[in-house]
């Protein structure tokens, strides 16, 4: 079992940019794939970007690409969400989840654990 905590979610202005973590417990960090999936009022969570047990394969939403950046760093039990050029649309309660898997599901049901999420906010 994997205790997900995320962090690094705020205010922001349109373009600009926001870090999120997400640090993992427990000593078997590297076998889970990880992802990102984000929740806005009244809508339903979709899949941001997900990564491999070893980081050696990303998967992204098409609306994120060349803008968000997933890694991690299996040393720290810890995923990263790098986001770039924020568009207000993006506000939305961001969540960490984990697999114990290789392969980089984008649907929610696949995914064991959750986070707590963090709420990001971007401004007009």
């Known amino acids: 079992q994997v205790q997900l905590v995320e962090s690094g979610g705020g205010l922001v202005q349109a373009g600009g940019s926001l870090r999120l973590s997400c640090a993992a417990s427990?000593?078997?960090?590297?076998?889970?794939?990880m992802a990102w999936f984000r929740q806005a009022p009244g809508k339903e969570r979709e899949f941001v970007a997900g990564?491999?047990?070893?980081?050696?394969?990303?998967n992204y939403a098409d609306s994120v690409k060349g803008r968000f950046t997933i890694s991690r760093d299996n040393a720290k039990n810890t995923v990263y969400l790098q986001m770039n050029s924020l568009k207000p649309e993006e506000t939305a309660v961001y969540f960490c989840?984990?697999?114990?898997?290789?392969?980089?599901?984008?649907?929610?049901?696949?995914?064991?654990?959750w986070g707590q999420g963090t709420q990001v906010t971007v401004s007009s």
């Open positions: 989840a984990a697999r114990p898997s290789n392969y980089v599901y984008t649907a929610v049901g696949e995914y064991d654990y």
């Open positions: 427990g000593r078997t960090f590297s076998t889970y794939a």
């Open positions: 990564i491999s047990r070893s980081g050696g394969t990303t």
